[in-house]
């Protein structure tokens, strides 16, 4: 069974910068980070691969980065230029065996104009 376990939400000004992380138990191999705001769907924000393949939503290149550390098993994700529209509970995303998915509790990352 793998747990996840996330850290760094908060309220930060617009401008600013947040990080979160997320350690994994057990074996995963894709990790990724979701977003979900009130009355909006759950969508991704970036993902990373075991070989460290990265993707990200378009509303967050350049200002986004995900990062991982396979010794720690644990994933992170730097978020720069943070704007009100960030505003959301971030969930981190793992992929074990069998493509099966896990998912952490979520982090609220709140972004005041």
């Known amino acids: 069974q793998v747990q996840l376990v996330e850290s760094g939400g908060g309220l930060v000004q617009a401008g600013g910068s947040l990080r979160l992380s997320c350690a994994a138990s057990?074996?995963?191999?894709?990790m990724g980070w979701y977003r979900q705001s009130p009355g909006k769907q759950r969508e991704l924000v970036a993902s990373?691969?075991?070989?460290?393949?990265?993707n990200y939503a378009d509303s967050v290149k350049g200002r986004f980065t995900i990062s991982r550390d396979n010794v720690k098993n644990t994933v992170y994700l730097q978020m720069n230029s943070l704007k009100p529209e960030d505003t959301a509970v971030y969930y981190c995303?793992?992929?074990?065996?069998?493509?099966?998915?896990?998912w952490g509790k979520g982090t609220l990352v709140t972004v005041s104009s």
């Open positions: 990373i691969t075991l070989g460290g393949t990265t």
């Open positions: 995303n793992a992929r074990g065996i069998f493509d099966r998915d896990y």
């Open positions: 057990g074996n995963i191999f894709n």
